[in-house]
């Protein structure tokens, strides 16, 4: 309860750190926040028109031509709001280094801004997918909501390692290339562009550990309309838990010494 009341007790510095991001990346340009449906416009279309008409992509077991593009869908919707929150968790004491030294307040709160932001973002992808997949007629009915469970999750699981790489950047400063090149290794060790009932046998039990994997299938099944596989979120659901316990013990641990290391 403590946290929750020192977010709204600093409501409007994290809203000015929102707003602060938005503008600086739209800062010079000529579309300015057209950007902010252009991109996810242009995603979208390359997965939905692309892939199934050009490329001719096709899932097994499901014989819509656009299966592959609501599947490829589902997963980059979940996992693009994951690598968004790590991303930019990952610095968020290092970049506000001027403010957490000049300014008293919980310094946690500096991850609110970066999960909105990364949420904002994740809610225009996914209502541009939904606006596509309207248009092209295969929209899954209330069945696509069913992609936001698994979503929140995600970046709850992001914001917790997120924390945990905060901390830990402020001491180590390779952090940062490492959590890249890690998210990139992730991406293609979960079942986002290949449907996991292709992997071998030793593979699936590896994949069985990642809670990505479980994350984007459930997240696929609701954009492809298959059955939901809901009891597969309960491993990534205990992993989330606990990565979030850790990641407070942490910075409760070593939150006083973050304006020394700066």
């Known amino acids: 309860m403590r946290r929750v009341s020192a977010v709204f007790a600093h409501r409007h510095l994290i809203l000015a750190i929102f707003l602060k991001d938005l503008q600086s990346r739209y800062v010079g340009s000529l579309l300015g926040p057209l950007w902010l449906v252009a991109q996810p416009l242009i995603l979208v279309f390359l997965y939905t028109v692309i892939f199934a008409r050009i490329m001719q992509a096709r899932l097994p077991g499901i014989a819509d031509e656009y299966g592959y593009s609501a599947f490829l869908c589902g997963g980059i919707l979940v996992w693009n709001l994951f690598a968004e929150v790590l991303q930019r968790g990952k610095g968020v004491f290092v970049e506000n280094a001027n403010l957490i030294q000049k300014v008293h307040f919980p310094r946690i709160v500096l991850f609110v801004p970066v999960l909105f932001g990364a949420l904002f973002n994740f809610l225009l992808l996914y209502v541009v997918f939904i606006l596509f997949a309207l248009l092209l007629g295969i929209l899954p009915g209330a069945r696509i909501l069913c992609v936001l469970p698994p979503a929140l999750l995600a970046a709850a699981l992001a914001m917790a390692l997120g924390v945990a790489a905060a901390m830990i950047?402020?001491?180590?400063?390779?952090?940062?290339?490492?959590?890249?090149?890690?998210?990139?290794?992730?991406?293609?060790?979960?079942?986002?562009?290949?449907?996991?009932?292709?992997?071998?046998?030793?593979?699936?039990?590896?994949?069985?550990?990642?809670?990505?994997?479980?994350?984007?299938?459930?997240?696929?099944?609701?954009?492809?309309?298959?059955?939901?596989?809901?009891?597969?979120?309960?491993?990534p659901l205990g992993l989330t838990l606990a990565a979030l316990l850790l990641a407070f013990a942490l910075y409760r641990k070593g939150g006083r010494a973050l304006a020394d290391h700066l």
């Open 169 to 235: 950047h402020v001491f180590v400063r390779d952090v940062g290339q490492v959590v890249d090149s890690l998210l990139q290794f992730g991406f293609w060790m979960t079942p986002i562009v290949y449907p996991a009932a292709i992997l071998p046998d030793w593979a699936a039990r590896l994949m069985s550990f990642n809670p990505l994997a479980s994350l984007t299938g459930i997240s696929q099944s609701a954009t492809t309309g298959q059955a939901i596989p809901w009891p597969a979120l309960l491993y």
